[in-house]
């Protein structure tokens, strides 16, 4: 019995130690390579694996957070009958683009869009089995992968009325070698967004530093331009969190 015993705690030591390491090399992953699909396909297998059945997983805050930011800009685009186009960039497994699809009392047309195959599957396979219901019997539903640093291979210029990030540039910006990426992500959401569109983006990055990197690489003299703006969110388990802005203006 002693033996066994034994075993049995050099055993959990060992199981504990090696979930220790996983845990902490996921982490150090997740810090330094958020820029990477295989970095994300790798946290969503992880997550996923820890609970037997589907739950989204949420960054900074869900859909109700937000509800008042979003809805009022859908119902000031709304055209009689026309579903607007909304696109969520990077969404992995949050619910932040299905509740737009659920509670828009407007048609949308809604993309959830993610470079992870695991999220994306994931998301699939829950809204295959859930059967989402939206609140306008005109609203569309699809979950795409695909990297928003390419946003042009699925999208024609001016055609897009609202795109949300939750988070996506924060895991950009904060990667090791992000940054190029977060850039060309901005230009190509201010290219593919209508005149009257705009980028909605949801961060805990203080306004002095956001404003200006928004500013400088949402311009291309000649090429595009945008006007930025922000609004507090509010502050949650002591964190503040803002929703910039950006808005596409004509060419001087």
């Not at 900074?60 to 960039?89: A, E, N």
């Not at 295959?128 to 390419?150: F, G, H």
């Not at 949300?164 to 967004?193: I, Y």
Request: charge should be negative; include cysteine; charged fraction near 25%.
């Amino acid at each position: 019995m002693m033996t066994l015993l034994s075993l049995s705690r050099r055993r959990l030591g060992t199981l504990t130690a090696t979930h220790a390491r996983r845990h902490s090399s996921l982490t150090t992953d997740l810090i330094e390579n958020m820029d990477k699909k295989a970095t994300w396909d790798r946290f969503y297998t992880e997550n996923s694996s820890r609970t037997p059945t589907f739950k989204n997983f949420e960054w900074f805050f869900g859909f109700d957070s937000v509800r008042d930011f979003i809805v009022p800009f859908l119902h000031s685009q709304s055209r009689s009958g026309v579903p607007l186009r909304v696109l969520d960039i990077g969404c992995g497994t949050s619910a932040l683009g299905l509740c737009i699809y659920r509670h828009s009392p407007f048609p949308v047309q809604v993309t959830c869009a993610d470079i992870s195959t695991i999220a994306v599957h994931l998301m699939q396979e829950h809204i295959r089995t859930k059967a989402v219901q939206p609140q306008n019997s005109s609203s569309q539903l699809e979950i795409l992968e695909l990297d928003c640093t390419e946003l042009h291979s699925y999208y024609g210029s001016d055609s897009v009325d609202l795109i949300v990030d939750k988070g996506t540039t924060d895991a950009l910006l904060r990667s090791k070698e992000g940054r190029g990426k977060a850039s060309r992500m901005l230009k190509q959401c201010v290219k593919v967004l209508r005149s009257s569109g705009s980028l909605l983006q949801f961060s805990d990055e203080d306004p002095d530093a956001r404003l200006l990197w928004l500013e400088t690489e949402g311009q291309d003299p000649g090429v595009m331009a945008a006007e930025v703006g922000v609004q507090e969110v509010g502050e949650l388990r002591g964190v503040c969190y803002y929703c910039y802005q950006v808005t596409p203006r004509p060419i001087e």
